[in-house]
């Protein structure tokens, strides 16, 4: 059982940044790999990114690819999500998981409780 805590979230206006942090309890993801995705009100979950085990490998969805980076620090069982050059768009509730090394969110068994974002214009 992993449990995983986002923090980070908040009210910014368009052009800011903001970092989410996905912490997992007792500092550890279980060797898995460890993706972000967001929900905005009315739509279905979105993948946005997915960092590898040992965080060498990473994928992006498009509409993040040139302004959000995913890292992660295993020694502190943290995941972090930059985000910069934030537009209303991003507005919504984001959450990180742990699973496998995929875009489908049936392939993660463990979600976090997700952390609010809105961006205003």
């Known amino acids: 059982q992993v449990q995983l805590v986002e923090s980070g979230g908040g009210l910014v206006q368009a052009g800011d940044s903001l970092r989410l942090s996905c912490e997992a309890a007792?500092?550890?993801?279980?060797?898995?790999?460890v993706g972000w995705f967001r929900q905005a009100p009315g739509k279905e979950r979105e993948f946005l990114t997915i960092i590898s085990r040992d965080g060498a490998s990473a994928v992006y969805a498009n509409p993040v690819k040139d302004r959000f980076a995913i890292s992660r620090d295993n020694a502190k069982g943290t995941v972090y999500l930059q985000m910069n050059s934030l537009k209303p768009e991003d507005t919504a509730v984001y959450y990180c998981?742990?699973?496998?090394?995929?875009?489908?969110?049936?392939?993660?068994?463990?979600w976090g409780q997700g952390t609010q974002v809105t961006v205003s214009s």
């Open positions: 007792g500092r550890t993801f279980g060797d898995r790999a």
């Open positions: 998981a742990a699973g496998s090394f995929s875009r489908d969110p049936a392939s993660f068994a463990f």
